[in-house]
T-cell receptor, first 114, second 110 residues
Framework: EAGVTQSPTHLIKTRGQQATLRCSPI?????VYWYQQALGLGLQFLLW???????NRGNFPPRFSGRQFPNYSSELNVNALELEDSALYLC?????????????FGEGSWLTVV | GQNIDQPTEMTATEGAIVQINCTYQ??????LFWYQQHAGEAPTFLSY??LDGLEEKGRFSSFLSRSKGYSYLLLKELQMKDSASYLC???????????WGAGTKLIIKP
């Protein structure tokens, strides 16, 4: 069974541009979480989608946005990129039927803003 | 407020035992997770505790005391590959999402 998949693995953008990151959850999982992890720092919660709707968002400006599609895959968009947006962006999925409701992470997308 | 505390960094010797502590203050509680994260990689699930007590899984064990808002991850027979960051996360039942600690960087020395 495939795990959480993310693309692209690496992305280099210039300041002011837009970046789009994609995530496919584990088959059967309906919840998708997005996290930002700057180098050497902890996980910062960005967004949570469940059943196609945004359920919660972290303390990030509106230029961080996303959506979840009918097949439960998700997209994270970052507009007007700033140098400090350079980080590892992790997607995780959760299946509501699992007893432990464990979340599983994808390998992440490295975004570098120059 | 909601808060999770873990030591920033710990050092241990190969073959030894190390205990990584996590204390939490959350508005609700619906389980505590431990994840391992090697540098530059995604976190991987290690353990889950929702009831008080010790859960053992091979070389790794996790303990929870809900009354004390406290958990620890115990790693035995340390190996060099255990060098990683260990993340503690609490599921807040009200918000139904995970609240993450900053992680503990574990350095294993020969």
């Amino acid at each position: 069974e495939a795990g959480v998949t993310q693309s692209p693995t690496h992305l280099i953008k210039t300041r002011g541009q837009q970046a789009t990151l994609r995530c496919s959850p584990i088959s059967g999982h309906t919840s998708v979480y997005w996290y930002q992890q700057a180098l050497g720092l902890g996980l910062q919660f960005l967004l949570w989608y469940d059943e196609g709707e945004e359920r919660n968002r972290g303390n990030f400006p509106p230029r961080f946005s996303g959506r979840q599609f009918p097949n439960y895959s998700s997209e994270l968009n970052v507009n007007a990129l700033e140098l400090e947006d350079s980080a590892l962006y992790l997607c995780a999925s959760r299946g509501g039927q699992e007893f432990r409701n464990t979340i599983y992470f994808g390998e992440g997308s490295w975004l570098t803003v120059v | 407020g909601q808060n999770i505390d873990q030591p920033t960094e710990m050092t241990a010797t190969e073959g030894a035992i190390v205990q990584i502590n996590c204390t939490y203050q959350t508005s609700g509680f619906n389980g505590l997770f431990w994840y391992q994260q090697h540098a530059g990689e995604a976190p991987t699930f290690l353990s889950y505790n929702v009831l008080d007590g010790l859960e053992e899984k091979g070389r790794f064990s996790s303990f929870l005391s809900r009354s004390k808002g406290y958990s620890y991850l115990l790693l035995k027979e340390l190996q060099m590959k255990d060098s990683a960051s260990y993340l503690c996360a609490v599921r807040d039942i009200q918000e139904y999402q995970l609240i993450w600690g900053a992680g503990t960087k574990l350095i294993i020395k020969p």
